[in-house]
């Protein structure tokens, strides 16, 4: 539909929350994403409804085209069970080498469901970046995909990559692990990346903030989903005093930890402990920035096939480009 079309229907059903409007496009466009109430799954059913989602990446892409060709190999780490999958655009304009980790709450997602974003986002930053396929759970709870995404960073330096060459980035439950990864770093006085950017990154178990009440359903991903992902990831109740588990619990040193790229989105229940995370690493004088895009929803990177998201995604890759 051209642009004008929703500007039309727009203006017959605003939805305004915080002075700030819900794209058109990603409102009419969430009538049509299919949703699931997590607490109604038993666990069995789990790996089926994974299967389908990568099924329907196969077949369905919101996401916008690579700009520029992009070739992949696949990777076992360490003669292990951990795959990872390497992305090389045919243009590469960093030294710099990312390594992503995808979102799903830690109970759903792969490299197959985050292939074609990753497409779009090495053909448009010109760099090399690294898919992790981790322990998901409820099989593998907390810190299974830690101790993952840990090996795949000691795979990467080990493959000759340096630490300052190396960028840490994921999406929602993939930029909790990313930030996880980072604060383990930086407690074991281990190697720093250069560098993280955290999209829309679920942060603490809490559940508490402004927006997470303001927009516990309708918007994509709900409050009892976010619950729901937080419980079946949590091994004991002591993982809510661990930093690596809830972010917010983090002591933060300015000299060890790594320039932060923080998204976040203005119709996102996770928006406000996003916010808290980045004003934590600013309190430490941390080079943090936040890209905030207050009428997009949780995932909107995801579908960037939508006008609206796809200005959001150029704009914090741009930006990205500036630390990579």
Not at 36 to 44: A, C, M, S, T
């Amino acid at each position: 539909m051209p642009t004008w079309c929703f500007k039309f229907i727009g203006i017959f059903g605003k939805t305004i929350s915080r002075g700030h409007m819900l794209d058109t496009q990603t409102k009419i466009f969430l009538k049509f994403i299919p949703t699931k109430n997590l607490e109604e799954i038993v666990n069995i059913d789990i790996p089926r409804i994974r299967s389908s989602y990568e099924l329907r990446a196969n077949f369905i892409s919101t996401v916008a085209k690579p700009v520029t060709s992009v070739s992949y190999e696949d990777f076992r780490i360490n003669q292990s069970r951990l795959n990872i999958r390497k992305y090389s655009p045919v243009k590469i304009n960093t030294s710099k080498s990312i390594l992503y980790f995808h979102g799903g709450g830690y109970a759903f997602g792969s490299i197959k469901t985050h292939h074609e974003l990753l497409m779009y986002y090495s053909s448009y930053l010109g760099a090399e970046i690294y898919s992790l396929d981790y322990s998901l759970s409820p099989e593998n709870q907390f810190p299974a995909a830690l101790d993952d995404a840990f090996e795949s960073y000691k795979w990467l330096l080990n493959r000759g990559v340096p630490s300052k060459n190396v960028s840490l980035c994921g999406d929602s439950a993939g930029g909790h692990l990313a930030a996880s990864l980072s604060y383990k770093l930086a407690q074991e006085d281990f190697l720093l990346p250069d560098s993280q950017l955290l999209i829309y990154p679920m942060i603490s178990p809490s559940c508490n903030t402004e927006s997470f009440k303001l927009y516990e359903s309708n918007y994509f991903l709900s409050a009892s989903n976010m619950r729901w992902i937080w419980s079946k990831l949590s091994n004991n109740s002591d993982d809510k005093a661990n930093p690596c588990f809830d972010l917010l619990k983090g002591v933060f040193n300015q000299d060890r930890f790594p320039k932060s790229i923080i998204v976040t989105a203005g119709f996102d229940p996770l928006c406000d402990e996003a916010e808290k995370y980045a004003y934590l690493l600013h309190q430490k004088h941390i080079n943090i920035h936040q890209l905030h895009y207050p009428s997009l929803i949780h995932g909107f990177a995801s579908m960037s096939r939508l006008r609206k998201a796809k200005l959001a995604v150029d704009n914090f890759l741009d930006e990205y480009k500036k630390v990579l």
